[in-house]
């Protein structure tokens, strides 16, 4: 029984993450966004806000990351600390990739995302402690990873050229949206994850989920590198 459940679950995360792949390789970018982006001139307030809490809510590379982080903390203080490293990362380094014209290829910080889901895994499972014999700190890899991510949201603007003016009030706008994104998918984390804390099942299945969310950033890594290889 237990065998038929967790192939079942693999099979189920499987199939989330291939339908998930094209979207992957696009950098996560709906026609939509695409072509509003594209036409934008001046101060967009409110569309840009939208468009960051879009594209963190629905961004399954950081959520993953924020599970992974999250996964064994239990009380909301230190939560609210791990979640505030990340965020003074990304948002570090969404101002200063898009405000300082630095350019880094869109697969390669993808595959670095993906590759800070595979580390947060492999932390969870104590496996810095087993294979090396010592934890790296954890607050400071979470604002490291955190420092990457923004970097990622910064390719995303600056595939469109926007043009300078407005541009100070669209990123802060995209960054309120981005918190706000985060928000929103950590309520439904934190909630999932307290209830399933309750449940005797929990301890049973952490290591196994813990290595489900390493395969899922190594999937991620596989297909930005091959995204980039092709490119």
Known sequence: M???????????????????SIDVLAHGVDDDTRVFLEQNVGVQFFPFMYIGAKHMFTGYDHILFLVGVIFFL???????????????????TLFWGVLGDIHINPYLIDAIIGFSVVY??????????????????????????????????????QEFGLASQGLVTNLIAFNIGVELGQFMALIFIVIAINFWRNLSSFQR???????????AGLMLMGLQMTGYYLM
């Open 74 to 92: 239990y009380r909301s203080r230190d939560v609210l600390l791990y979640v505030s490293m990340f965020t003074i990362g990304h948002s570090i």
């Open 205 to 215: 299945f952490s290591s196994i989920t813990n290595t489900m969310l390493m395969s």
């Open 120 to 157: 947060k895994g492999f932390d969870n499972l104590d496996g810095f402690n087993r294979v090396f014999g010592k934890q790296p700190s954890t607050k400071v890899a979470v604002l490291i990873f955190g420092l990457f991510h923004g970097f990622g949201l910064a390719t995303k603007i």
């Open 2 to 20: 237990l065998n038929n459940i967790l192939n079942l679950s693999k099979l189920v995360f499987a199939i989330l993450l291939i339908s998930l």
